[in-house]
């Protein structure tokens, strides 16, 4: 069972990474959108934490730059009706520690947002794991900072593709270097762009 991978990022693109390790063998992870963007530039250096599926026609490897986010995938799973295909959506959607306490606080409205999250689907992950969830740590919720560059730059970015979750991580960073930017749509959203990629 392979549990860890260090080695260099082959390639790279949200939902997919290559990392070749010794021997020039390379692994086909599917990764979550927060693990995209913690990666490192191709050819660089990575390590990741790895779940491994094995089924009866294949063998599929889940990467993951967080610990804490390869323990929350395989608590959802182990949900019923969650397969890894919608754990890794929901991780894109919500990081870890919004995923934890949307859960913990019976949020089903943030778990509903989530594509393929339905109202039934978000009760159950709520009644299965909010017991379950005890030795995650949740920081509280930084205010986020809202205002109208900031909406346009997160609205530019989904429309370019990328996950709203990715887009606000990208935000956050990028006004965490220079708070001047809250209210400069072409600023921001340039800077923005360099995190997210």
Not at 39 to 58: C, K, M, N, S, Y
Request: no cysteine; proline share 4%; aromatic share 4%.
């Amino acid at each position: 069972m392979i549990a860890h991978l260090r080695g260099k990022l082959i390639e790279k693109q949200p939902g997919r990474a290559i990392v070749e390790t010794g021997g020039g063998v390379g692994y086909d992870l599917t990764i979550s959108i927060p693990t995209f963007t913690a990666l490192p530039a191709v050819g660089g250096p990575v390590a990741l934490h790895i779940h491994t599926q094995v089924r009866e026609d294949q063998i599929a490897l889940f990467g993951f730059a967080e610990r804490d986010e390869k323990r929350l995938f395989e608590r959802l799973i182990g949900v019923t009706g969650v397969g890894p295909k919608l754990a890794i959506t929901l991780l894109s959607g919500l990081d870890p520690e919004r995923a934890v306490a949307a859960i913990r606080a019976q949020d089903h409205a943030s778990l509903t947002r989530i594509p393929g999250v339905g109202k039934k689907l978000a009760e159950r992950l709520v009644l299965e794991l909010k017991d379950k969830l005890d030795d995650f740590a949740v920081a509280p919720q930084a205010a986020t900072v809202r205002g109208a560059a900031v909406e346009d730059v997160l609205s530019a970015l989904t429309n370019l593709g990328y996950q709203r979750a990715a887009g606000e991580k990208a935000v956050q960073v990028s006004l965490a270097k220079d708070e001047s930017l809250a209210g400069e749509f072409d600023g921001l959203f340039r800077a923005a762009l360099k995190v997210i990629r």
